[in-house]
T-cell receptor, first 115, second 116 residues
Framework: AQSVTQPDIHITVSEGASLELRCNYS??????LFWYVQSPGQGLQLLLK??????LVQGIKGFEAEFKRSQSSFNLRKPSVHWSDAAEYFC?????????????FGTGTQLKVEL | GAVVSQHPSRVICKSGTSVKIECRSL??????MFWYRQFPKQSLMLMAT?????????EQGVEKDKFLINHASLTLSTLTVASAHPEDSSFYIC????????????FGDGTRLSIL
């Protein structure tokens, strides 16, 4: 069974500082990996995805993530955080089962940005 | 592109009422739509997967007779919470994927359901 672990429940960074959110996955085959962001009371917005190819993936809003198969990780990074980045971040792993691309989400990391 | 509209955004109703939530893909055809439930400060739990024109596939522990899903077209799926009770209060989110395989899911803005 596929699973995702996000070790950090809460992270606080200062505006302008760099950010790294951790994500570890468990999946039997080559995973499809995603990072989503959720603002309070809203749905999820896709930040970036990894399917294959270059292990460093660029996303929207200046985010990037690196797939490391040896570490089963897909950490999200941003060089300089903005106050508007404060939100809940979810890592997800997907796979095709019976033709359906189901996602399994981590428990999320709440990002707080100090001005 | 890839916009998913979910309606209503918030529902408050009395216990015993049935509530319908709509999920529409506005600018693409969604082969598959997903319904999730999210408890406060928790992750998303997949409830069911629906494909246009066929019965939904429910996850273990989800009551089919309580959470009725209809995927009538390639752009519309509905979730009906039948005879809702306070324990059904939650944040419900739908998503839609264009095609099969590794297509990313695009999410609606969610529906906050409060049963009094």
């Amino acid at each position: 069974a596929q699973s995702v672990t996000q070790p950090d429940i809460h992270i606080t960074v200062s505006e302008g500082a760099s950010l790294e959110l951790r994500c570890n996955y468990s999946y039997g085959a080559t995973p499809y990996l995603f990072w989503y962001v959720q603002s309070p009371g809203q749905g999820l917005q896709l930040l970036l995805k990894y399917f294959s190819g270059d292990t460093l993936v660029q996303g929207i809003k200046g985010f990037e993530a690196e797939f490391k198969r040896s570490q089963s990780s897909f950490n999200l990074r941003k060089p300089s955080v903005h106050w508007s980045d404060a939100a809940e971040y979810f890592c997800a792993v997907g796979g095709v089962t019976g033709g359906e691309n189901k996602l399994t989400f981590g428990t999320g990391t709440q990002l707080k940005v100090e001005l | 592109g890839a916009v998913v509209s979910q309606h209503p955004s918030r529902v408050i109703c009395k216990s015993g009422t049935s509530v319908k939530i709509e999920c529409r893909s506005l600018d693409f055809q969604a082969t598959t739509m997903f319904w999730y439930r999210q408890f406060p400060k928790q992750s998303l739990m997949l409830m069911a997967t629906s494909n246009e024109g066929s019965k939904a596939t429910y996850e273990q522990g989800v009551e089919k007779d309580k959470f009725l899903i209809n995927h009538a077209s390639l752009t519309l799926s509905t979730l009906t919470v039948a005879s809702a009770h306070p324990e059904d209060s939650s944040f419900y989110i739908c998503s839609a994927a264009e095609g099969l395989g590794n297509q990313p899911q695009h999410f609606g803005d969610g529906t906050r359901l409060s049963i009094l």
